[in-house]
């Protein structure tokens, strides 16, 4: 799958390409549905499946401070988009400069003089341009004055819901990874680079790992039975904290430690990524740090406890 980042870097398609536009948060089930679908287009034509997603996502650029808690950051989009039939990955910057784009503009310079599209596979709610005011009725109408097709994306339900980052992001906000999984095709998990922390950790007994968080939120909060990856093809158990830190310094910077079983390794510097198997509890303020310890002792003993009954589960006993 190649890269291309940003519309003066997007080759002419000489032949054509078939094409996709959205966020695709989550790059969940029907995100796949869709890109396989764009994918037999491009069979049947002969022609390379072209992919188009913004950075930041659109509502991250118009509501500042306060975007709706992302499911994936870009290097996890990029990393699920590489398992899927996808030629192309066009990464645009959205900007002002993106947002006062007129709709006639972008159809005429970049999908038709820039992609070269033959066929475009979207959401019939897709709203692009200044003031939002492309939309798939537009499209369609100057599809047929350009030659190129128009097909809506359609929806696919799980469990007799239609399946969305919206109700991926509220399963996870509640703490319910099963539905969360169902609907992404696979368990949610947080990729990062292990960072140097402030090492309070150590000081009572669990050295945890910092996991920087290359986001402003995550959907996701509380303590957690986790497995890591990343570290020489070990699966590392563990119980990790998403959130706050509210008895240590009580910030708002979200962070992401992870305490991992029987592991003592320098591993400062790795990417890893943590999944997320089974919440334990909430988040919560001790008055003391021996309170916070001893809650510790419990959530290693519960996350213990429900990998060893995941492995009866497994082995089918």
Do not use: W
């Amino acid at each position: 799958m190649r890269l291309i980042r940003g519309i003066p870097h997007l080759p002419f398609f000489k032949g054509g390409c078939v094409l996709t536009i959205g966020n695709f948060d989550g790059v969940h089930l029907g995100h796949k549905a869709v890109i396989e679908k764009l994918a037999k287009r491009g069979k049947a034509l002969g022609l390379p499946v072209v992919i188009m997603i913004f950075e930041p996502q659109p509502l991250e650029y118009f509501l500042g401070g306060k975007p709706p808690a992302r499911l994936t950051r870009l290097r996890e989009k990029v990393i699920q988009f590489a398992k899927l039939p996808v030629d192309d990955l066009v990464i645009v910057r959205f900007n002002k400069q993106l947002a006062d784009y007129d709709a006639e503009q972008f159809i005429d310079a970049v999908l038709v003089k820039r992609l070269n599209v033959k066929h475009l596979v979207i959401g019939d709610d897709f709203r692009f341009g200044k003031a939002r005011q492309g939309d798939f009725a537009m499209l369609k109408e100057k599809g047929r004055a350009s030659g190129f097709k128009v097909e809506d994306t359609g929806s696919l339900q799980v469990d007799s819901q239609r399946v969305s980052s919206t109700l991926i992001r509220n399963a996870l906000a509640i703490g319910d990874l099963r539905t969360a999984e169902a609907m992404l095709g696979y368990p949610y998990s947080v990729c990062g680079r292990i960072v140097h922390g402030d090492k309070r950790g150590r000081t009572i007994g669990y050295p945890t790992a910092n996991i920087r968080m290359a986001r402003k939120n995550i959907p996701i909060s509380g303590v957690f039975a986790v497995t890591m990856t990343g570290i020489g093809g070990l699966e590392i158990q563990g119980v990790a904290n998403v959130g706050i830190r509210p008895t240590v310094d009580g910030s708002d910077k979200v962070v992401l430690e992870t305490y991992l079983f029987n592991f003592d390794r320098d591993i400062y510097g790795y990417t890893v990524e943590v999944h997320f198997k089974q919440k334990i509890r909430a988040e919560r303020r001790f008055q003391t740090l021996d309170e916070l310890k001893a809650q510790i002792v419990d959530d290693v003993a519960e996350a213990k406890k429900i990998f060893a009954t995941q492995t009866i589960e497994d082995n089918g006993l």
